[in-house]
Structures are given as C-alpha cells and as structure tokens.
C-alpha cells in the first residue's frame, strides 16, 4: 500500500520533471483519490454486462468472483485503515499543493474529492450515480462521466484559478457575427 511519504516523493518527482518539459506560464491540476465506497454504493445491485443475457449477474457477483480468486478490486471497501489511507493521500496531494507551489513553469490547483462533485451535479441534473460509470468495470466514468468531469474542472477553474484561462478573447463577438453560433464548434 503507497505511503504518504512516497505518494509525497513519487509527486513531486514528477512535479519536477514536468517543471522541466512545460513552458513558462502552465498550470497543473491535481485532484485527490476517489473514494471506491461511492462507486461500490452506485453499482452492486445492477446487473453486469456478463450478467445481461440472462440477468443474473450483479456488480456484487462480479466482485465475489473476484474476491474468491484471491484478486480483489474491492478489498478496501471493509478494510477501515485502507480508506483512512486513500484519505491521507489525497490530504498530502492537497499538502504539495499549498505548500510547494514554487514551481519555476507551472502553477498548481487542487480539486478535492472531484468525483463526488461530477455525482453531485448529475444528480441534481436528474441523472443516476450508474449513468456516468464504465459498465464493463464499474469502477471508471464512461464518456458522459468524462464529460461531466471536464465540465466540473472548468468551473472549478473559471471560479477559483481563471488566470489559467486567460483573457476572453475581445473578437468573440465579431466572430459570432461571421460564423454564427456553432454551439462551441
């Protein structure tokens, strides 16, 4: 299991590469880790596509299966030091964040706990946790969970960091005038 002192160090290595390959005037992102009980929570009790031609296998069963094979994807959802651990990590990105931000090409930001927000909104959306995860492993968001989270990381950026976005381009209603609306094409 990764440590804190080597989420640290193994960070800020690559921090330090990509100080070295990204230009001047660049901006970095880090988010912290997903809590899997969220994603377990959504999922179980649907049906897994293994389980669709004759719908009798769920989420669950799916992991059973697994877990009998001694190859767990959910062995931290009983475990109460794994989840304190996944919390501790995400604290120590958020650490590197506001406190070694010195970076000569890049600045940092940090978005905490990123996927229960993409949630959140989907929600209020009218939309159901299941909607946005991959079905084939029910651990990852599929496109339009994809989606929702660029969406999420750019409000997040337009309301907290928008220097990283830059001026709004003066021509845009000039452009509108020549090319009409293109819905963001």
Known sequence: MT??????KNTMKVLKYLDTILPNGSFVVI???????ILYKSMHDRIHPIGRSRNDVTYK??????????????????????????????????EIV???NNFKNFRLHFIGQLFVQVMEYWRKKGGADWQIIEPADGFHDNQLGQQLTAKIIWDDIEKNFPEILGPVNPNNKKIKQIFGDQNGY
């Open 98 to 100: 506001k406190n070694h």
């Open 31 to 37: 988010t912290g880790l997903v809590d899997g009980r």
């Open 61 to 94: 069963d799916f992991f059973d299966y697994f877990d009998c094979l001694q190859f767990s994807f959910l062995f931290f959802l009983s475990l109460s030091p794994i989840l304190q651990r996944a919390n501790q990590l995400s604290d120590v990105l958020a």
């Open 3 to 8: 440590t804190p002192k080597e989420i640290f």
